[in-house]
């Protein structure tokens, strides 16, 4: 079972890994932006993998230019 369970950052470590200031993920948070996260108490985590799956979402292809 606990192969399966994906490993849970703090708020500094997923800041971190997603080169944010916390205060960007807090700001997340309030807004019902950013990645998924976990209410453990008072306590908020983020599961790693949560964390590549909006990565993964927030992959943009660039637009070309219209050439006028």
Do not use: C, H, M
């Not at 369970?5 to 944010?20: F, N, Y």
Request: avoid cysteine; aromatic fraction near 6%.
């Amino acid at each position: 079972l606990s192969s399966q369970i994906s490993p849970l950052l703090d708020e500094e470590e997923a800041a971190r890994l997603l080169k944010v200031a916390t205060g960007t993920l807090r700001n997340y948070r309030t807004r019902g932006q950013g990645p998924i996260f976990v209410k453990l108490g008072g306590s908020v985590r983020y599961r790693q993998s949560d964390l590549q799956d909006y990565i993964e979402r927030s992959i943009r292809r660039p637009v070309p230019k219209r050439v006028a």
